[in-house]
């Protein structure tokens, strides 16, 4: 298992308590008096102001969910190509006559497995060599001249191209299983939304309870969204991992 298979969880718990630590200290410097007093020369701040932050906080939130929804869409099509090819190779080789047709449709099934076996490693940040080495023996088997001569050249390429396609789908599954997350992107992101949370302060200058009333709302529902997108970072990971379902009933 990788060290860092479950970092996605620890960045989302870190989302969270930092949230209610930036709160928490904004509201300490709120209720500061010697440091309000000194503040009072820049009461005036008007509230629109608070949505120029807001507003980049929250694009920067969408973009960032965007690349992770967008792993996960690119992931689950990888999936579902796969189960397409293993039954297209299923029904290919049900036509081939002869031993060469039996054996081929075993090892088709045989890698169906093992990579329906994957997911869990996948979900380490791990992979199977068991799936590798199968896709392998697959390839190979497609490339025999046995099979050339008895499904034709023809119905050959084809098997041929499903075979490199999987191997291709598997590749990008085993690849977005293992991307992590860009510290920097969400760096930015806290920083904008601790700029928010200064910024509904500044407007709230003399009025203590109605500026942590409007930061307690803002923070509920910037650090929730965050842990949401956070904790989906892989997706072979719960809480809505891909399963290896569609494989799986392609080879039975």
């Known amino acids: 298992m990788h060290w860092l298979a479950y970092e996605h969880y620890a960045y989302a718990a870190l989302a969270a308590f930092g949230t209610l630590a930036a709160v928490w200290f904004v509201d300490r410097l709120a209720h500061h008096t010697g440091l309000v007093e000194r503040l009072e020369r820049f009461r005036g701040v008007v509230p629109p102001f608070i949505n120029v932050n807001a507003m980049l906080f929250g694009l920067t939130l969408a973009f960032i969910a965007n690349d992770t929804w967008s792993a996960r869409d690119r992931a689950m099509d990888a999936v579902f190509r796969e189960a397409d090819a ?36 996948l979900a380490a940040r791990d992979l199977n060599p068991e799936a590798g080495v199968a896709a ?91 842990a949401i997108v956070l904790v989906q970072g892989n997706p072979f990971q719960p809480p809505a991992a891909i399963s290896a379902v569609p494989i799986l009933e392609a080879v039975r």
Do not use: C
């Open 86 to 121: 293993l039954r297209s190779l299923i029904v290919l080789a049900e036509g081939v006559p002869g031993p060469e047709g039996a054996a081929l449709a075993t090892d088709v099934r045989a890698y169906g497995a093992a990579a329906a076996g994957e997911f869990a490693a």
């Open 136 to 226: 392998d023996r697959l390839l190979g088997r497609v490339a025999t001249k046995a099979v050339a001569g008895a499904a034709g050249e023809v119905v050959q390429a084809e098997m041929l191209r499903k075979a490199m396609a999987l191997r291709d789908d598997r590749d990008l599954r085993v690849s977005l299983s293992r991307t992590h997350l860009n510290p920097l992107k969400w760096l930015g992101m806290a920083s904008l939304g601790f700029l928010t949370i200064l910024s509904i302060w500044a407007v709230h200058i003399g009025t203590p309870k109605a500026g942590t009333l409007a930061i307690v709302l803002f923070a509920l529902a910037a650090a929730p969204s965050a």
